[in-house]
């Protein structure tokens, strides 16, 4: 009997142990507010084997969850388990978010417009970033309809909001198809001109959030060329090509390879690492494309970017300083997360040979970026 016992402990701790790992959701609870007189909550999404976590709040990617090569669950976006800790911004302000209506940076948080010049928020060392003060990533956005695998979000950013002109209309789209893809799409529209320029800014970490560096992840950029910047970020106006420096992706590469550059190089000083602007080496005006992938070696996780944009931010995970922790209670450390960015150029308002970003009554502006995950 007592054999059978310790028979049947055993075999119960080896299933526990070969068990793979599953998805744990957020309490719905942590994310009901209100904010700015609207309601916010927390929305789960499945398709495939994916499944994400959605706050309107900032229309932010809360939770993404995806299988390792062995099949254990892993989230692989950085987050916070409730509304309040995103409320505070306690650390790195765009976490999972919608960013716009001007998604990068603009010079001095100036532009000019039919001959009017506009001056935006400055907070982020003398430039506008992400739209301003109160970007999309901190404004309640409106639930249009929810399904078992997409979201539909609305929001009227009005006229003079963060001083842009133009009472700018926008629908977003958050879909989870069977062949495992996040989808974004973006529409908008304005009843004056102005510039929009609109993104997704979710941090991953292919290993998990909290897990490691991601300068070990294997990443390639179909780009070409990309837009030097100064030592505020700002593109100089320069198209580089990025042949011969850290910053060519194309055969793809360990992160961290480039950076060993990093004391020499000055495009990698300015922008304390990857901070940069990508353009992509398209086949089309309009079709999507593939534009980047990366690669995780131990856990075999594989994500490929798609897009219709000419361009693609890749950010390095710079500014982490591991002063606060994620919603699974790890730290977020330096260069443990990256962003992929699709988008129009940054500060194109200010550089007429740079793709427009105007938008004018009676256009739409879309916009259609991809993740799609495997293991290999």
């Known amino acids: 009997m007592k054999k059978f016992l310790f ?53 932010r990617v809360v939770t993404l969850w995806t299988p390792d090569k062995e099949g254990n669950m892993e989230d692989i976006v950085l987050g916070y388990n409730n509304i309040d800790t995103y409320l505070n911004n306690p650390g790195e302000r765009f976490l999972g978010a919608c960013v716009g209506r001007y998604a990068n940076r603009i010079a001095a948080g100036k532009f000019t417009l039919d001959g009017k010049e506009y001056q ?106 990309n837009t030097p910047i100064d030592s505020v970020y700002i593109p100089t106006g320069e198209i580089a090509s990025v042949e011969g420096t850290p910053f060519d992706f194309r055969a793809g590469k360990v992160i961290g390879e480039g950076l060993k550059a990093e004391q020499e190089n000055e495009q990698l000083k300015n922008g304390a690492g990857y901070d940069h602007n990508w353009i992509l080496d398209r086949k089309s005006e309009n079709e999507i494309e593939f534009a980047a992938s990366v690669w995780e070696p131990t856990s075999g996780r594989y994500m490929e970017v798609w897009t219709d944009q000419p361009a693609l931010q890749f950010y390095g995970g710079n500014f982490f300083d591991g002063s606060t922790e994620g919603k699974w209670g790890r730290t977020l450390n330096y260069r443990e997360s990256y962003a992929l960015e699709t988008q129009l150029y940054p500060d194109s308002p200010n550089h007429a040979h740079f793709p427009s970003t105007r938008l004018n009554p009676g256009e739409e502006y879309t916009h259609t970026c991809i993740y799609k995950f495997a293991t290999k």
């Open 7 to 59: 028979l049947a402990l055993g075999l119960a701790v080896l299933t526990s142990c070969t068990q793979p790992k599953q998805v744990v959701l957020l309490d719905q609870s942590a994310f009901e507010a209100t904010v700015d007189g609207k309601q916010t909550s927390l929305y789960t999404l499945t398709a495939g084997d994916i499944t994400m976590q959605v706050t309107n709040f900032g229309a």
């Open 120 to 225: 935006l928020s400055t907070y982020n060392n003398g430039q506008c970033l992400h739209g301003g003060d109160k970007g999309f990533d901190m404004v309640v956005w409106d639930v249009v309809s929810v399904s078992d695998n997409e979201i539909v979000f609305h929001y009227l950013s009005p006229d003079g909001e963060e001083n842009f002109p133009g009472n700018l209309d926008v629908t977003m789209t958050y879909t989870l198809t069977p062949e495992n893809e996040f989808k974004v799409t973006y529409l908008a529209t304005t009843d004056a001109p102005t510039y929009c320029n609109i993104s997704h800014h979710s941090f991953f970490n292919l290993k998990g959030e909290g897990n490691g560096t991601i300068n070990d992840h294997v990443m390639t950029i179909n780009g070409s060329f």
